[in-house]
């Protein structure tokens, strides 16, 4: 089990509104800084924080840690970024499901508590010749390939694993062991992708240890598709 603790910028959609036409480029500075403050805290604490829906971000949590401290000092560090009033609910469980629990109420803060451990799994994708592809396609191109990935993610996923999109060639999918094995196999039904697999209690370190995974399947030539590190 793992804490997703879901951070809501109460009255976003009417603060955005209120910034007049020429906005969005206010709008992407604010959500920038708002993820970087959430993530330089989360690390702390041995989690890894993700943006979500950015008006709507996700932080990943050990399920020992003391929620009340993190979710305490969480709040004091918004308050000097946050446009609007914070909302924070913390649940415990299988991410997906822990997410949907903590998606009712989304006024109201909340925190559960932890009363089960179970590791956390992350699969991360790594496009092969991502680079070769940029210089020889062109980035739109590249940008469309990568995309189409992660549709394919999310159809074939659905409550299986939550999809995270990183930046570059980089696609996440965060589960639980029992959905591991297919997670990895709809993520390796691609040409040209290899699968790192980090499991830990704690989601920094299985994020880690993920990238670790992708590291050796690079080192050993591309041989496999997926490699996991317990």
Known sequence: MTYAVLLILQGYKEWTESLGSDREWLIQLVQSRLYEAIQSLSKDYDGMALPLRYDIQLVLLPPDIDID????TLRELLMRYSPTPIVIRACCGD????INRCSKDLDID???RCEEYEPLVVAHADLNYFTES???DGVVNSYIGIMSYISHLLKNLKNKALVQYLGG????AITSS???DYVVK???AYDNVKVGVGIS???REAFAKAAKALTILRREGRVRKYHIIE
């Open 178 to 180: 029992r959905n591991m």
């Open 69 to 72: 401290e993190f979710t305490q």
């Open 186 to 188: 709809v993520m390796t």
């Open 169 to 172: 060639d980089n696609v996440v």
């Open 110 to 112: 909340y925190v559960a």
């Open 95 to 98: 991410v997906i499901e822990a």
């Open 134 to 136: 940029t210089l020889r």
């Open 201 to 203: 209690l704690k989601p």
